[in-house]
């Protein structure tokens, strides 16, 4: 679960992949079990199904991507950047700086009482971007837009959110009905051992926008 939360930008999608997949607790194991491989796939959807979703990517190639029973939709709703505010609990794909802080691609506020993959760590957005998700702290009006300070257990990151980058709200429980051809998809899948891919929750925007993450 540590490396779940870890690696996910959208973790409520994660968390709900992960109760819906792990093996159970009573299966007989002489070592614990390898951690599953995570995908993350962005695209359009090309075609969907009760139990499958195919999404094309940007290199024009389509991936297919099993359907959990039950799984669900998760909505990224626009808002503006006076909704960060302190002791809110964001995610944010950021570009370090020289200087030790960093400058925000996106960012993602979490549901009130959300707390999870907290930490710094890489992420796949943009060639040499990092993933920060955390509770903030100071915020501030600066020249390039809004500072903003990130904690999370192992340390705090000073971030700088641009003016007109995309910042979202995180809403649960969108209809299934959404994820449709034509629609913008993000979603985070658990990789089987035949390497088929399986997902409980698919992200998509406001009218099949894409979502920022």
């Keep these: 679960m540590k490396l779940f939360a870890s690696l996910a930008a959208a973790a409520l ?3 709900a992949a992960a109760d819906a997949l792990a093996q159970p607790a009573s299966q007989p194991s002489a070592q614990p079990p390898a951690a599953p491989m995570l995908h993350t796939v962005r695209g359009v959807v090309a075609s969907v199904t009760p139990t499958q979703v195919v999404v094309t990517g940007k290199d024009g190639k389509p991936v297919t991507v099993n359907l959990a029973p039950k799984w669900g939709v998760t909505i990224m709703k626009p808002i503006s950047a006076e909704a960060i505010q302190t002791g809110s609990f964001i995610g944010t794909t950021e570009m370090p700086q020289a200087d030790g802080t960093g400058v925000s691609v996106e960012v993602h506020v979490f549901p009130p009482g959300v707390k999870v993959g907290e930490g710094h760590y890489p992420w796949d957005l ?3 971007s990092m993933m920060t998700n955390g509770t903030v702290g100071t915020v501030s009006a600066v020249s390039g837009g809004r500072a903003i300070d990130v904690s999370y257990p192992s340390g705090t990151r000073h971030i700088v959110v641009p003016p007109n980058i995309p910042i979202v709200q995180i809403t649960p429980g969108g209809d299934q009905s959404l994820i449709k051809p034509g629609a913008s998809v993000f ?4 990789a089987g051992q035949d ?4 997902t409980n929750n698919i992200a998509t925007g406001e009218n099949g926008a894409a979502p920022p993450m």
């Design 126 to 128: 943009q060639p040499g």
């Design 187 to 190: 979603l985070i899948a658990i």
């Design 195 to 198: 390497g088929s891919l399986t």
């Design 13 to 15: 999608l994660l968390t």
